[in-house]
């Protein structure tokens, strides 16, 4: 077993920066689909531009490289102990080397472990087989995306969609209402996991295990076969689409899975991944460690080619405006929601653990007329101590809701950069302070970080490499006006129109 800590280093570095070949099916299926020119489907081509940068770059493909979980099954007699240490010794080299971003967190100090181990961290399952050889198998699922995964308890009450009882139509309604309230936050387009049953622990661990499924497999169970072909051709429907733009395409996958329960629960449980749905496995040799073969098709075999995307959906209408920051108050006035905007200067990025401290501090510097960026980087210094951006895509910015308000209006911060929108609180500051909130593509962490031509400086390096607030010196960074300094809110409008939409499936359908 020489080789198996190698080969577990070999397949988080595959897993975290080179997207399986059926997810990338499923991403050019969905490019495809969506009409030419639009938000969702330039938002696509960022996404498919960066899966190919990662490749090359051998670099993470979103900044989040999420909680390693590890499904391992091996012969009676394989030695786990050793095992797990070398797994535990594969995460941390690579941490170091950038594949993996610093992602455990002390849940109390909020202390960064900085190598990715800690309490619970990663998470290990061993499980023993009848064959010779053993299975490794990863997901990296991000933050973001897990916030958005949601259990249901049976029979309820649904909003759009009325009473869900005890039934395949009660979990149809679950499934489909899942998908609407992740919106645009989870990163979408989304491939989603749903358990059917169980407790609320063995519930989620099923939707889980549904994400280890092939892409194109079907499912044996007839009715959950004909439910996952239902939600597929239907969930498209709710008009949600890339990033909560707006658009055809809002999910890209649905394994439904089920098994026993107890007489007084009924659980659906649904993991929502994002599309930067990260999951590989090995199978490796029990007496030297080596990898025989990869698991899921790798995706050096579905090149992801660049779709020339020119034309503006509305008539040549889209304004591109370049800003330089810092920005003024009438710069800002003139944005409207669509407009997609250019900034080069010096870029903050804040995000949890900032913007909680801001609120009763004041900032290191002077941040009038500042755009912030919501974005936990993955960071890496050279031998001359300098730091530079490996990747820094944008994190859902909803969470800073309670704080972004006041924040702006404090600071006199003129542009909030983030993903997924916020919330009514932000867009009357936004409308009263003049700023903007601006949506970058979530997940295209390579796209991103070539815009950080240097690294200024960094605050706060207590709060850990994610936390901290770094000033990155910036050229060409592009994002879309979503909510203006005017009280429109792209988010607000695409959620009211999905909840229409989806109180058209209110009637039932597996009666
Ligand atoms: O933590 C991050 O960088 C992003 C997170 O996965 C998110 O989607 O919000
Ligand atoms: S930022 Fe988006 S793509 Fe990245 S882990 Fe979070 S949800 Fe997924």
């Known amino acids: 077993m020489q080789q198996f800590q190698q080969s577990v280093y070999k397949l988080i570095v595959e897993t975290s920066t080179n997207l399986p070949a059926d997810v990338r099916q499923a991403i050019q299926a969905a490019q495809a689909k969506e009409d030419e020119g639009t938000r969702s489907a330039l938002s696509l081509s960022t996404i498919t531009d960066n899966i190919h940068m990662a490749e090359c770059n051998v670099s993470p493909i979103c900044q989040d490289t999420g909680m390693p979980t590890f499904i391992i099954h091996c012969p009676v007699g394989a030695n786990q102990i050793v095992m797990k240490k070398q797994i535990l010794q594969a995460v941390a080299q690579a941490t170091k080397d950038s594949k993996l971003r610093t992602n455990s967190v002390d849940s109390l100090t909020g202390a960064n472990s900085g190598d990715n181990l800690g309490p619970g961290t990663p998470v290990v399952h061993f499980e023993q087989w009848e064959r010779d050889d053993i299975e490794v198998k990863l997901i990296l699922k991000g933050g973001g995306c897990e916030n958005k995964n949601i259990q249901y308890s049976l029979p309820t009450e649904?909003?759009?969609?009325?009473?869900?009882?005890?039934?395949?139509?009660?979990?149809?309604k679950c499934i489909l209402h899942a998908v609407y309230q992740a919106q645009g936050q989870g990163c979408s387009a989304g491939f989603i996991g749903v358990g059917i049953g169980g407790d609320r622990t063995t519930g989620y661990e099923l939707a889980k295990h549904q994400l280890f499924r092939h892409a194109d497999d079907v499912n044996p169970h007839e009715d959950l076969r004909k439910l996952e072909e239902y939600i597929m051709d239907n969930a498209n429907k709710l008009g949600i689409g890339t990033m909560g733009f707006g658009g055809q395409v809002t999910l890209l996958g649905c394994k439904i899975g089920v098994m026993?329960?107890?007489?007084?629960?009924?659980?659906?449980?649904?993991?929502?991944?994002?599309?930067?749905?990260?999951?590989?496995?090995?199978?490796?040799?029990?007496?030297?460690?080596?990898?025989?073969?990869?698991?899921?098709?790798?995706?050096?075999?579905?090149?992801?080619?660049?779709?020339?995307?020119?034309?503006?959906?509305?008539?040549?209408?889209?304004?591109?405006?370049?800003?330089?920051?810092?920005?003024?108050e009438e710069q800002i006035r003139e944005l409207r929601v669509g407009d997609v905007v250019v900034i080069n200067g010096t870029m903050h990025t804040g995000r949890d653990a900032l913007h909680k401290y801001l609120m009763d501090h004041d900032a290191p510097l002077d941040l009038n007329g500042a755009a912030i960026y919501h974005c936990g980087p993955?960071?890496?210094?050279?031998?001359?101590?300098?730091?530079?951006?490996?990747?820094?895509?944008?994190?859902?910015?909803?969470?800073?809701?309670?704080?972004?308000?006041?924040?702006?209006?404090k600071f006199g911060i003129r542009a909030v950069i983030g993903k997924g929108g916020m919330g009514p609180k932000t867009l009357a500051a936004l409308q009263q302070h003049g700023a903007v909130y601006l949506n970058a593509i979530g997940g295209a962490a390579q796209y991103y970080a070539q815009c950080f031509k240097k690294v200024e400086g960094v605050d706060f390096m207590e709060f850990g490499i994610p936390e901290a607030m770094w000033h990155l010196q910036t050229e060409g960074f592009a994002a879309i006006v979503t909510m203006d300094s005017h009280g429109n809110s792209l988010h607000a409008e695409v959620e009211k129109d999905s909840l229409t939409k989806l109180s058209h499936f209110k009637d039932p359908v597996f009666a």
């Open 158 to 172: 649904l909003e759009g969609l009325g009473k869900a009882g005890r039934d395949l139509d009660g979990i149809r």
């Open 260 to 328: 026993n329960r107890l007489p007084a629960s009924f659980f659906v449980s649904v993991a929502y991944n994002c599309w930067a749905f990260r999951r590989q496995g090995v199978v490796v040799d029990a007496a030297t460690g080596d990898i025989k073969e990869w698991v899921y098709r790798t995706g050096d075999t579905v090149p992801m080619s660049k779709k020339p995307q020119t034309a503006p959906d509305n008539g040549g209408e889209r304004r591109e405006i370049v800003l330089h920051t810092p920005i003024s």
């Open 378 to 409: 993955v960071m890496a210094k050279d031998e001359n101590g300098e730091w530079s951006v490996k990747a820094a895509g944008p994190t859902t910015s909803i969470r800073e809701e309670p704080y972004q308000g006041e924040i702006i209006k």
